[in-house]
């Protein structure tokens, strides 16, 4: 079973693949370090320049700038207290106030060995888990993949948080948007409007620059940061390798945080914000001086930079065995995936075993390089960026996110669609409509309804074929737990708190 993991070791040595991850990790730390920018603003950006590039190439790149921006995002939360992603803000509590004595560069170098960690125990648990599991997927029918799309729509709808209506409301766009153009089967147009542009259906890189990329370069604009920028020299910053020996005491740490970043990685929507705040909670209550949290712990650090980044490859556990991403970052992925001819599921791993086993190493060896990229000279000169201006770079992005649309097919019509799903995105980021849902509707629409189709041939027309086995039976009850399990949790406890407000 491991056998094809090892095969695939040597070709990611190859100095292209190699050099797509070095990239990667130096313009993920970047873009973390820029407050309002993410590492799925950043990848939707690059997707459309990487139709060209080997397929290892491009996913190097993305792996190496997610493992980069997770940690970027240590940077202004530690010396601006401004998270730099929205899974950092857990930094800031402890990570600010160290910057505020005069140990900002301790505090940063924390957070990089801290996320190197995190990172690489994220890899390892993706590696042991995620082949085990294609095995059994292989065994799934066309009515079993119709249910597990079903399974994953319905996670990231009602697991996501905030609203389930607006999460709902959000997938059925996605979905929506998925049937438009031929009937896959009979060949008759649907919801073309009669534009020879969308016959094939809408690119899913349109969609994803659109919605991703467009809206937080609104922000960007809309709200130049103002700080009175950051001198460099004031960090405290000591060689890594001496500061080493300061942290050894913050092994348990390293290791509780790291086991929930990956669990809550798995989950579908949860994110590292929740694994951040989790593994913050856990560390001061394990510690033995819990009044200390809150004025300068560089343990409350390392337990929210290993919990935000030990979910980074672990969120890739359900998208590439099951087409479930667990994080927004990994939904955008799929889109990587799918732009290069890759279709996540069980068939990912026995058709293209050295490009998705190579893809494990890849985010093994950026979180590696994180260390060594992100050291105590490199956090010196990321903490300069800060005094970059935002306007300067929000229009940098624009002009990326236009040529890169407008080169899928050579032609405008691709860019105005691009820029009327940024409004859609924008709007709906302003009203709190997730994002998420709409990405996994566009994924797994097509795949539902084509295996739905499938299994409804096989069975002569007779829906019961869809319920006529085990795996299918256990794959609905799942669906309908997590559907209904949110509700009964909220009802319980609604009535708990009344129950206290009356006693």
Same mark, same amino acid.
């Given at each position: 079973?491991?056998?094809?993991?090892?095969? #695939?070791?040597?070709?990611?040595?190859?100095?292209?693949?190699?050099?797509?991850?070095?990239?990667?990790?130096?313009?993920?730390?970047? &873009?973390?370090?820029?407050?309002?920018?993410?590492?799925?603003?950043?990848?939707?950006?690059?997707?459309?320049?990487?139709?060209?590039?080997?397929?290892?190439?491009?996913?190097?790149?993305?792996?190496?700038?997610?493992?980069?921006? /997770?940690?970027?995002?240590?940077?202004?939360?530690?010396?601006?207290?401004?998270?730099?992603?929205?899974?950092?803000?857990?930094?800031? @509590?402890?990570?600010?106030?160290?910057?505020?004595?005069?140990?900002?560069?301790?505090?940063?170098?924390?957070?990089?060995?801290?996320?190197?960690?995190?990172?690489?125990?994220?890899?390892?648990?993706?590696?042991?888990? #995620?082949?085990?599991?294609?095995?059994?997927?292989?065994?799934?029918? =066309?009515?079993?993949?119709?249910?597990?799309?079903? @399974?994953?729509?319905?996670?990231?709808?009602?697991?996501?948080?905030?609203?389930?209506?607006?999460?709902?409301?959000?997938?059925?766009?996605?979905?929506?948007?998925?049937?438009?153009?031929?009937?896959?089967?009979?060949?008759?147009?649907?919801?073309?409007?009669?534009?020879?542009?969308?016959?094939?259906?809408?690119?899913?890189?349109?969609?994803?620059?659109?919605?991703?990329?467009?809206? $937080?370069?609104?922000?960007?604009?809309?709200?130049?940061?103002?700080?009175?920028?950051?001198?460099?020299?004031?960090?405290?910053?000591?060689?890594?390798?001496?500061?080493?020996?300061?942290?050894?005491?913050? %092994?348990?740490? %390293?290791?509780?945080?790291?086991?929930?970043?990956?669990?809550?990685?798995?989950?579908?929507?949860?994110?590292?914000?929740?694994?951040?705040?989790?593994?913050?909670?856990?560390?001061?209550?394990?510690?033995?001086?819990?009044?200390?949290?809150?004025?300068?712990? =560089?343990?409350?650090?390392?337990?929210?930079?290993?919990?935000?980044?030990?979910?980074?490859?672990? +969120?890739?556990? $359900? +998208?590439?065995?099951?087409?479930?991403?667990?994080?927004?970052?990994?939904?955008?992925?799929?889109?990587?995936?799918?732009?290069?001819?890759?279709?996540?599921? =069980? /068939?990912? @791993?026995?058709?293209?075993?050295?490009?998705?086993? !190579?893809? /494990? %190493?890849?985010?093994?060896?950026?979180?590696?390089?994180? &260390?060594?990229?992100? !050291?105590?000279?490199?956090?010196?000169?990321? #903490?300069?960026?800060?005094?970059?201006?935002?306007?300067?770079?929000?229009?940098?992005?624009?002009?990326? /996110?236009?040529?890169?649309?407008?080169?899928?097919?050579?032609?405008?019509?691709?860019?105005?669609?691009?820029?009327?799903?940024?409004?859609?995105?924008?709007?709906?980021?302003?009203?709190?409509?997730?994002?998420?849902?709409?990405?996994?509707?566009?994924?797994?629409?097509?795949?539902?309804?084509?295996?739905?189709?499938?299994?409804?041939?096989?069975?002569?027309?007779?829906?019961?074929?869809?319920? #006529?086995?085990?795996?299918?039976? &256990?794959?609905?009850?799942?669906?309908?737990? &997590?559907?209904?399990?949110?509700?009964?949790?909220?009802?319980?406890?609604?009535?708990?708190?009344?129950?206290?407000?009356?006693?």
């Amino acid at each position: 079973m491991y056998a094809d993991l090892l095969h #695939a070791l040597p070709s990611v040595f190859g100095f292209a693949n190699f050099a797509a991850i070095v990239i990667g990790v130096i313009a993920g730390i970047v &873009v973390g370090a820029m407050p309002g920018l993410s590492a799925t603003m950043a990848i939707s950006v690059l997707v459309p320049f990487t139709f060209g590039l080997e397929p290892l190439v491009a996913l190097g790149l993305m792996a190496g700038i997610y493992n980069g921006a /997770m940690y970027g995002g240590a940077i202004p939360a530690v010396l601006l207290r401004i998270p730099g992603t929205p899974a950092a803000v857990a930094t800031t @509590f402890d990570g600010y106030p160290m910057a505020q004595k005069g140990e900002g560069g301790f505090a940063l170098q924390v957070a990089v060995v801290s996320s190197a960690i995190g990172g690489i125990a994220s890899a390892f648990a993706l590696m042991l888990l #995620a082949p085990p599991l294609s095995k059994v997927t292989l065994l799934f029918g =066309p009515s079993e993949v119709f249910w597990v799309a079903v @399974f994953g729509l319905a996670s990231i709808v009602f697991l996501l948080g905030g609203n389930p209506l607006k999460g709902l409301i959000s997938a059925c766009f996605g979905v929506f948007v998925s049937v438009i153009g031929s009937d896959p089967i009979l060949g008759s147009d649907r919801y073309t409007f009669g534009q020879l542009e969308i016959l094939d259906g809408i690119h899913i890189v349109i969609l994803l620059v659109g919605l991703y990329a467009l809206p $937080p370069v609104i922000d960007l604009l809309e709200t130049p940061l103002k700080t009175d920028g950051v001198d460099s020299s004031k960090l405290g910053t000591e060689s890594i390798w001496k500061a080493l020996p300061r942290m050894a005491r913050f %092994w348990k740490t %390293w290791i509780r945080s790291s086991l929930i970043g990956i669990w809550i990685g798995i989950l579908p929507g949860a994110g590292g914000s929740m694994a951040a705040f989790m593994a913050y909670n856990e560390a001061r209550r394990a510690s033995k001086t819990p009044e200390t949290w809150g004025n300068g712990e =560089p343990e409350g650090v390392a337990a929210a930079e290993t919990s935000n980044n030990a979910d980074t490859a672990s +969120a890739l556990i $359900p +998208a590439l065995t099951l087409g479930i991403p667990g994080t927004a970052v990994a939904a955008v992925m799929l889109g990587g995936l799918l732009v290069h001819g890759l279709q996540p599921g =069980p /068939m990912l @791993f026995r058709d293209n075993p050295d490009i998705v086993f !190579g893809f /494990m %190493w890849q985010f093994l060896f950026g979180a590696v390089l994180l &260390v060594l990229l992100g !050291g105590s000279l490199a956090t010196n000169s990321f #903490a300069r960026l800060l005094n970059l201006p935002r306007p300067l770079l929000g229009s940098v992005i624009i002009v990326l /996110m236009l040529i890169g649309v407008y080169s899928i097919h050579g032609r405008m019509f691709d860019v105005y669609l691009m820029l009327g799903f940024g409004a859609i995105g924008y709007v709906m980021d302003k009203l709190n409509y997730p994002l998420p849902p709409v990405v996994l509707g566009l994924i797994l629409g097509g795949f539902a309804e084509e295996n739905l189709r499938l299994a409804l041939r096989i069975g002569r027309g007779d829906w019961t074929v869809l319920f #006529a086995n085990t795996t299918s039976l &256990v794959l609905v009850a799942l669906t309908i737990a &997590v559907i209904v399990g949110p509700m009964i949790k909220h009802r319980f406890f609604e009535s708990s708190k009344t129950a206290k407000a009356e006693d």
